[in-house]
């Protein structure tokens, strides 16, 4: 079983910053792609940043410039490093990430996610 917990969240002023943290834990093999996505209330769930093994980044245009994923892989976590933070940034934001998982004899290879942290960003 594999878990991702977030951490990081919180209220903050436009203006301000903010470092997501997702820790993934469990009989994990090897960890493919992260990324950040984001679900703001009464909206889809969006994309917001990816960050692959070979740590290559993409991110959606709205954040770019403005926030920086990384990853750091002995301790299975990724960040999102968010600065000049905007009122719609407000969102519930989600770590997700393609794991390997289980024993080199039989393992499986999904998508899994956290539960979500809430960013609010005040004007």
């Known amino acids: 079983q594999v878990q991702l917990v977030e951490s990081g969240g919180g209220s903050v002023q436009s203006g301000g910053s903010l470092r997501l943290s997702c820790a993934a834990s469990?009989?994990?093999?090897?960890?493919?792609?992260m990324g950040w996505y984001r679900q703001a209330p009464g909206k889809q769930r969006e994309l917001v940043a990816i960050?692959?093994?070979?740590?290559?980044?993409n991110y959606a245009d709205s954040v770019k410039g403005r926030f920086t994923i990384s990853r750091d892989n002995a301790k299975n976590t990724v960040y999102l490093q968010m600065n000049s933070l905007k009122p719609e940034d407000t969102a519930i934001y989600y770590c997700?990430?393609?794991?390997?998982?289980?024993?080199?004899?039989?393992?499986?290879?999904?998508?899994?996610w956290g539960q979500g942290t809430q960013v609010t960003i005040s004007s």
């Open positions: 469990g009989s994990i093999l090897s960890i493919n792609r």
């Open positions: 960050i692959s093994s070979g740590d290559t980044t």
């Open positions: 997700s990430g393609n794991i390997r998982s289980g024993t080199v004899a039989l393992s499986i290879l999904r998508d899994y």
